[in-house]
């Protein structure tokens, strides 16, 4: 039988995933809300479904997996909202299913570790949103949930290069702060190793090893490419949007014992130094 994954939002980590599993013969289908993003599936062998829009019945019935990554608004979670009686009616048909959350469950730490016993505490409406999303889709009975909080994701694309080039870059003081983060191809590896090893009900952090100022993550970037090391401000008097301004309300470091612990995953990037060598490697090969 063929193993066809219906991903929710065919987003970086999600398409990082299906370049895993489709050399295995899976099929995949993806929903997105742009017609280039579309096109530009079917050029990846990625059957993309337009949703909203679509009917998404003949995918359901057909998927063996289920991949969660559309975010959350003030309705709350939009996959939910149109599909839960359909996704629960099938509940025991689906052999693993994985909903992307973000580490900002655990809220403000004040520097200090959490693990995936730690209390839900979020420190903003984002976090707050994710929390209910969780919730929402762990009550749906007989459905084999994972959840995966996600750190800060990088990679191909996403990384500081681009800003330290331009000389946009900044390093961002504010006594204290920690953040995690987590390289796209170990998302997809964590995911990967959880189908092959199933635990409904089980939530896992997918971060790297080394927690860190986001500063130093600047400094290094620099540091590569050989440019001056980008301006301090502090955080109390720098001008920042309250998109970015919200990411500093959060300070913690995040354990990921149980990713090799239960599915034996070895990080291919366990630092942002790693990271960012092999970005950068990857750039000056094309």
């Not at 290069?161 to 003081?173: E, L, S, Y």
């Not at 390289?183 to 971060?207: F, K, M, T």
Request: hydrophobic share 40%; glycine share 8%; aromatic share 8%.
């Amino acid at each position: 039988m063929t193993k066809t994954l219906l991903s929710f939002g065919h987003g970086f980590s999600a398409q990082a995933l299906a370049q895993r599993l489709l050399p295995l013969d899976w099929r995949i289908i993806g929903t997105t809300r742009n017609e280039d993003k579309a096109a530009r599936f079917l050029s990846q062998g990625i059957e993309p479904r337009i949703w909203p829009g679509a009917d998404m019945i003949p995918a359901l019935d057909t998927a063996t997996h289920l991949l969660i990554s559309a975010a959350p608004d003030q309705n709350g979670d939009p996959v939910l909202a149109a599909l839960q009686g359909e996704i629960a009616k099938r509940a025991h048909q689906f052999e693993w299913v994985g909903y992307l959350s973000t580490t900002g469950v655990y809220g403000d730490n004040g520097g200090d570790w959490v693990d995936e016993q730690s209390p839900l505490t979020p420190a903003t409406k984002r976090g707050q949103l994710r929390v209910e999303a969780e919730s929402a889709w762990a009550a749906i009975e007989g459905l084999p949930l994972h959840i995966f909080r996600l750190a800060g994701i990088y990679g191909p694309g996403r990384g500081p290069f681009a800003k330290v080039r331009a000389g946009t870059a900044r390093r961002i003081i504010k006594e204290g702060q920690v953040f995690s983060r987590t390289h796209v191809e170990d998302i997809a590896q964590v995911l990967h190793a959880s189908i092959n090893r199933p635990n409904p009900g089980a939530a896992y952090n997918v971060c790297d090893d080394d927690p860190a100022p986001p500063q130093d993550v600047i400094g290094y970037a620099a540091e590569l490419l050989g440019l001056p090391l980008p301006p301090a401000e502090d955080f109390e008097t720098a001008e920042m949007t309250p998109m970015a301004r919200s990411f500093y309300a959060e300070s913690k470091k995040v354990r990921n014992d149980r990713i090799k612990t239960e599915l034996g995953v070895n990080l291919i990037y366990p630092d942002y130094r790693s990271g960012l060598r092999a970005l950068l490697s990857q750039e000056d090969s094309e």
